[in-house]
Antibody
Framework: QVQLQESGPGRVKPSQTLSLTCTVS??????????WTWIRQHPGKGLEWIGY???????YYNPSLKDRLTLSLDTSKNQFSLKLRSVTAADTAVYYC??????????????WGHGTLVTVSS | DIQMTQSPSTLSASAGDRVTITCRAS??????LAWYQQKPGKAPKLLIY???SLFSGVPSKFGGSGSGTEFTLTITSLQPDDFATYFC?????????FGQGTKLEIK
């Protein structure tokens, strides 16, 4: 079955770069209808869409994060990654990787990783 | 960005009850709406896609309706496992946006 697992440091210092990787199993990240996505949830708050990457190279960044964000993927490892530069305390959140399926019948975001808490603190 | 507004923010109910949660979009999203269930410390789980279609493995006690700007999630015969937070999400235009959540509590 489809599984996604985030990995990366749980703590990052202010002004540094937050780096996370999502390892996907049960499906190839090169499958055409899947868009590999990052979403975050600030403590006790709602959900924020970060961006997506498709194996073709198509990328979307939330405009609110665009200047600090880089998404990439590694088809050989079936992984995709996030780098968020110049972090502040406002970037403290649980980060989820997820799959968006744009094929019919239009599921949207159907599978999520368990999430990883990243705390920005010195 | 499309704003999604859920009501109520908190809902108290008893086992066996039927409850309804509402989600409103700031502009028409056709039927590109999903509902998720989230339990503490866990990732959201997809319940409903395209406003009214049940995702694989989700029990039929969950039902969705609506189109355009107003949507509802109905849960029948509440069981202890259903007490959680529920989010709606529009996926018609990026950035996709979520409602602020409705926490379903045991009365």
């Amino acid at each position: 079955q489809v599984q996604l697992q985030e990995s990366g440091p749980g703590r990052v210092k202010p002004s540094q770069t937050l780096s996370l990787t999502c390892t996907v199993s049960g499906v190839s990240i090169s499958s055409g209808t899947y868009y590999w996505t990052w979403i975050r949830q600030h403590p006790g708050k709602g959900l924020e869409w970060i961006g997506y990457i498709h194996y073709s190279g198509t990328i979307y960044y939330n405009p609110s994060l665009k200047d600090r964000l880089t998404l990439s993927l590694d088809t050989s490892k079936n992984q995709f990654s996030l780098k968020l530069r110049s972090v502040t305390a406002a970037d403290t959140a649980v980060y989820y990787c997820a799959r968006e399926d744009r094929g019919l019948p239009g599921y949207g975001v159907d599978y999520w990783g368990h999430g990883t808490l990243v705390t920005v603190s010195s | 960005d499309i704003q999604m507004t859920q009501s109520p923010s908190t809902l108290s109910a008893s086992a066996g009850d039927r409850v309804t949660i509402t989600c409103r979009a700031s502009q028409s999203i056709s039927n590109w709406l999903a509902w998720y269930q989230q339990k503490p410390g866990k990732a959201p789980k997809l319940l409903i896609y395209k406003a009214s279609s049940l995702f694989s493995g989700v029990p039929s006690k969950f039902g969705g309706s609506g189109s355009g700007t107003e949507f509802t999630l109905t849960i029948t015969s509440l069981q202890p496992d259903d007490f959680a937070t529920y989010f709606c999400q529009q996926y018609t235009s990026y950035p996709y946006t979520f409602g602020q959540g409705t926490k379903l509590e045991i009365k």
